[in-house]
């Protein structure tokens, strides 16, 4: 991490919703992904990405816009560097918030994004707005009020699609290995192990996986891994009680695939959810 880099990030105590400012001058994130919908605007330079087996750049004032699941990198495309600035929002918070306002919400859907990039000024202006009230507006119906308008703005960018077990892209092997991994998370599974619960042999596997999620099976379970630790802290477990749940093998292991993967430290990212929890 560069000395001019940094990563300004805040959690909601009610909502649960994390919002993140954030600057990077040269590689910013290795491949991941998040369990939470990205709604996001750079702010300045050029945000340069890839996802949807595409490489994106974002100027300023674009939206980016990412689903739950969705592999994503993030590096810096000139040498000005990138600031941006989102939100994490749990998708039972945003499912919940979208039937709320719209009747074209039909129940064996689930809303996923028309585009990883837009151009709507009035939801960027909507998404800082949003975090401004999460961050320092102390009465929560005012925070309501703006969360309301961001979810309204969002809309006209939200298409319904089929549940994902469902989708023709995630074939039943790689779903069965995926499924195998959230079941085991804790545990110091092999690839052979995981080929032979899945019927296939561990080459198979590993390039249908990788077709199906964009991650080797070793790299998603690290992903997975990462993205409970970001819960357990945040709900303000210890990091060395989180290494020693979700099976690393102690406290530097976590902090290092931590960092890697959101350039803050375990126990920075639970302090600093928890002070913004506090501020509340």
């Given at each position: 991490?560069?000395?001019?880099?940094w990563?300004?990030?805040?959690?909601?105590s009610?909502?649960?919703?994390?919002?993140?400012?954030?600057?990077?001058?040269?590689?910013?994130?290795?491949?991941?992904?998040?369990?939470?919908?990205?709604?996001?605007?750079?702010?300045q330079?050029v945000?340069?990405?890839?996802?949807?087996?595409?490489?994106?750049?974002?100027?300023?004032?674009?939206?980016?816009?990412?689903?739950?699941?969705?592999?994503?990198?993030g590096?810096?495309?000139?040498?000005?560097?990138?600031?941006?600035?989102?939100?994490?929002?749990?998708?039972?918070?945003?499912?919940?918030?979208?039937?709320?306002?719209?009747?074209?919400?039909?129940?064996?859907?689930?809303?996923?994004?028309?585009?990883?990039?837009a151009?709507?000024?009035?939801?960027?202006?909507?998404?800082?707005?949003?975090?401004?009230?999460?961050?320092?507006?102390?009465?929560?119906?005012?925070r309501?009020?703006?969360?309301?308008?961001?979810?309204?703005?969002?809309?006209?960018?939200?298409?319904?699609?089929?549940?994902?077990?469902?989708?023709?892209?995630?074939?039943?092997?790689?779903?069965?290995?995926?499924?195998?991994?959230?079941?085991?998370?804790?545990?110091?599974?092999?690839?052979?192990?995981?080929?032979?619960?899945?019927?296939?042999?561990r080459?198979?596997?590993?390039?249908?996986?990788?077709?199906?999620?964009?991650?080797?099976?070793?790299?998603?379970l690290?992903?997975?891994?990462?993205?409970?630790?970001?819960k357990?802290?945040?709900?303000?477990?210890?990091?060395?009680?989180?290494?020693?749940?979700?099976?690393f093998?102690?406290?530097?292991?976590?902090?290092?695939?931590?960092?890697?993967?959101?350039?803050?430290?375990?126990?920075?990212?639970?302090?600093?959810?928890?002070?913004?929890?506090?501020?509340?």
């Amino acid at each position: 991490m560069a000395k001019s880099d940094w990563v300004d990030l805040q959690q909601d105590s009610d909502t649960g919703i994390e919002t993140i400012r954030a600057h990077f001058d040269g590689h910013a994130y290795d491949p991941h992904w998040h369990d939470s919908y990205l709604v996001g605007v750079t702010e300045q330079g050029v945000q340069q990405f890839h996802c949807r087996r595409s490489r994106h750049s974002s100027t300023p004032g674009r939206l980016v816009l990412v689903e739950p699941g969705e592999v994503h990198d993030g590096h810096a495309a000139t040498d000005a560097g990138f600031t941006y600035s989102m939100l994490y929002l749990s998708p039972q918070w945003l499912d919940n918030e979208l039937r709320h306002q719209s009747d074209a919400a039909p129940a064996t859907l689930y809303p996923g994004f028309n585009s990883t990039l837009a151009d709507d000024p009035s939801l960027a202006i909507q998404i800082h707005r949003s975090i401004d009230a999460l961050r320092h507006q102390p009465w929560r119906i005012m925070r309501d009020t703006a969360l309301d308008s961001l979810v309204q703005g969002l809309l006209p960018h939200i298409g319904w699609k089929p549940r994902q077990l469902g989708q023709p892209h995630h074939p039943a092997i790689a779903a069965r290995a995926r499924d195998y991994l959230h079941a085991h998370i804790e545990q110091d599974i092999s690839l052979h192990e995981l080929a032979d619960a899945c019927g296939v042999d561990r080459f198979r596997l590993s390039r249908t996986f990788k077709t199906a999620y964009g991650l080797a099976p070793h790299a998603y379970l690290v992903q997975l891994r990462l993205n409970q630790a970001r819960k357990r802290l945040a709900a303000g477990q210890l990091p060395i009680d989180v290494a020693h749940q979700l099976g690393f093998a102690d406290q530097s292991h976590l902090g290092r695939w931590f960092r890697r993967a959101y350039r803050l430290t375990p126990a920075q990212y639970r302090r600093q959810c928890l002070t913004g929890s506090q501020a509340h």
